[in-house]
């Protein structure tokens, strides 16, 4: 199998005609940079790979043998799992995050579109100003506006403990979304949206009935983006929703379930195991979806 | 000059109110989310103010407070420093070689795309528990493996010397991001010019040097900006590496000093929390805010520029 792979590379260099010891010569270079690269491959895939499999060996390890340097399971405690799934919170925790994640994403798609669209396709004064200002939010951490907006959430509405101070604002759009999207949307060519506009269709068909269809690949990746930031925000949750345990979510949950079971690393680990696990299964089923949306963020479209 | 016609005139407004209508949901959000705390931001910086009596005028004892008695902020600063330096620069380079690494595997370059991929999806508060476990100096797996090969065992998260180290080998591992964009860019790169540098005999270090990086220089320049933001607001990871690491027993009410071990994992936002939730000192809390806020815009500033790269999809 090995040398099949690497013969193959060297079959043109017989087309040119080249001497056979040359020829071997190459094969040869060929074949050791075939397994210099694999060999290098393999090494970064242990350095990627092996921490999701120590966590999950001690995860199903029983509580004792947690404690100890083994790195082998003697015993599988499958049941560990279920444990943490019983865990007095975590059920609610999970609900919580489906629900701040799921109605987050569809808000936030929904808000962001129309306003990508404008930036992408409308010619008005104070474009490139707006632009340079959804840059700039984007960049920005959260913590730059953060007291006053607890301030407005908790004295004003009265909405400190539960998670809806961060689902209302997805509503409005969100500034990363709005960028990504609106870099895909310059490359749709103007001819479709001339074309529309031809048939008589107003912006708002334009956009929905021919701009987003074309769209629907980038839609899928801000929709994964925004899921995942979601489900992996620690920092908001922990502002609005800490002191009411039943607001908690995953992200923020996990990291005091660590405390509930002081240093059971088999405990902790099987329920860090459970909250990578979701984020995991959608990539298998999203891959395409992910590489375009993070090639789309450092590359011009 | 003021002679539009009136039919002109009203199709103007009309697309003035179109374009209004469909950036209304930023619009809004922009104004309400961010425009109006922003400048509550500054207000309360100046004001004195607990959260729970009226706030009074302050002057500049907030500001003066944070950069000469306040212990955590030139510590946190310090550390951003390290992590600018240190994690940004071995990000770019690892990533780069990741990326490159993954355009020359030829068998089984989805799976090994895949494994490279899947550490930047994992939540990073399970991503840096995972990580104290690992690198637990006591029953962690790496010392142990460490250990069995003679090598020194460091005490990594519960080491001020070695948090960091562990923190930037976190982030090495949620390499995945960079190494897609790096990969998108390689594959960008055109074949003749690595066709014409091999026909004048480039070497690989003479066609990586004059044909690949000038070609991606666009996309290093900005991984290097957007590392230092996101730097900047670096927060969870070394919150909870702290947390875990120094045994506390996390949940409501508890009181963290952050930064354990030794202010060593201390960064500026876990200021703004510390100061604004913990200690109840809004007005100094809103200052280190504008430190953040004046050192972002500063670097996306920079990253803005167009000689970045950035942005170079306009039309």
């Known amino acids: 199998m090995t040398t099949h792979a690497t013969l193959a590379p060297s079959a043109p260099a017989s087309a040119t005609g080249l001497p056979s010891g040359a020829r071997r010569t190459a094969a040869r270079k060929a074949a050791l940079h075939w397994i210099a690269v694999h060999a290098l491959g393999i090494a970064a895939a242990l350095f990627f790979v092996l921490p999701f499999v120590f966590v ?221 696990a979701p984020v995991i299964v959608v990539f298998f089923f999203a891959q395409k979806a992910f590489i375009e949306g993070v090639t789309l963020t450092g590359v011009k479209g | 000059m003021s002679t539009v016609h009136p039919m002109l005139r009203a199709k103007r407004r009309r697309e003035a109110l179109r374009t209004l209508a469909f950036l209304s949901p930023w619009l809004i959000g922009f104004s309400v989310f961010f425009a109006y705390p922003l400048v509550s931001t500054v207000y309360f910086s100046f004001m004195k103010y607990d959260g729970f009596t009226a706030p009074t005028w302050n002057g500049l004892k907030n500001w003066s407070y944070v950069f000469s008695d306040y212990p955590f902020f030139w510590p946190a600063l310090r550390n951003t420093l390290w992590l600018v330096v240190v994690m940004v620069s ?109 026909l004048d005999g480039a070497g690989p270090w003479s066609r990586f040097r004059y044909v690949t990086l000038p070609n991606i220089s666009p996309i290093v320049m900005f991984s290097v900006v957007t590392g230092v933001i996101q730097t900047m607001q670096y927060y969870t990871q070394p919150l909870v590496a702290g947390k875990v690491a120094s045994g506390i027993i996390g949940g409501s009410g508890q009181q963290f000093e952050p930064g354990y071990p030794e202010k060593s994992t201390l960064t500026l936002p876990q200021l703004v929390y510390n100061l604004g939730f913990q200690r109840f000192d809004t007005g100094s809390a809103c200052v280190i805010a504008l430190v953040l806020f004046a050192l972002s815009m500063a670097f996306t500033a920079l990253l803005m520029r167009r000689r970045s790269g950035f942005l170079t999809a306009e039309d």
Request: charged fraction near 10%; proline fraction near 7%; include cysteine.
């Open chain 1, 56 to 276: 999950f060996l001690t995860a199903v390890m029983s509580d004792n043998q947690a404690l100890t340097r083994d790195l082998w399971p003697r015993t599988w405690e499958w049941g560990n799992f279920g444990t943490v799934w019983d865990t007095p919170g975590f059920l609610t925790w999970w609900r919580n995050t489906l629900l701040y994640a799921g109605l987050g994403t569809v808000l936030t798609v929904v808000s962001s579109t129309p306003v990508a669209y404008a930036l992408a396709k409308f010619r008005f004064r104070g474009r490139n100003l707006s632009m340079m200002l959804v840059i700039s939010t984007m960049m920005l951490p959260p913590q730059v506006v953060i007291v006053p907006m607890y301030l407005f959430w908790a004295k004003q509405l009265h909405l400190s403990g539960t998670l809806w101070p961060l689902i209302i604002p997805m509503a409005f759009g969100d500034a990363f979304t709005i960028f990504l999207l609106r870099q895909f949307l310059l490359t749709i060519p103007k001819e479709y949206t001339d074309a529309a506009k031809v048939d008589g269709c107003g912006e708002l068909r334009t956009m929905l009935r021919v701009v987003l269809p074309m769209a629907k690949p980038a839609i899928a990746a801000v929709a994964l983006f925004q899921f995942f930031y979601c489900w992996n925000d620690y920092f908001g949750p922990q502002i609005y929703a800490s002191e009411n345990p039943a607001a908690w979510t995953l992200s923020y949950g996990l990291e005091s379930f660590k405390g509930a079971h002081h240093t059971n690393w088999n405990l902790t680990m099987a329920a860090t195991v459970l909250v990578m």
């Open chain 2, 90 to 198: 071995l990000r770019v380079v690892f990533g780069l070689g990741i990326g490159l690494l993954i355009t020359k595997i030829k068998t089984g370059a989805g799976l090994f795309r895949t494994a490279f991929y899947l550490p930047y999806l994992a939540p990073p508060v399970a991503a840096t528990m995972a990580f104290a476990f690992l690198l637990n100096p006591g029953t962690g797996p790496v010392n142990h493996l460490l250990g069995s090969v003679g090598l020194p065992t460091p005490g990594w998260f519960n080491d001020p010397s070695w948090s960091k180290p562990a923190l930037t080998l976190l982030a090495l591992w949620g390499i995945g991001d960079l190494m897609v964009i790096f990969m998108a860019a390689l594959l960008d790169v055109p074949k003749e010019q690595y066709e014409a540098a091999e």
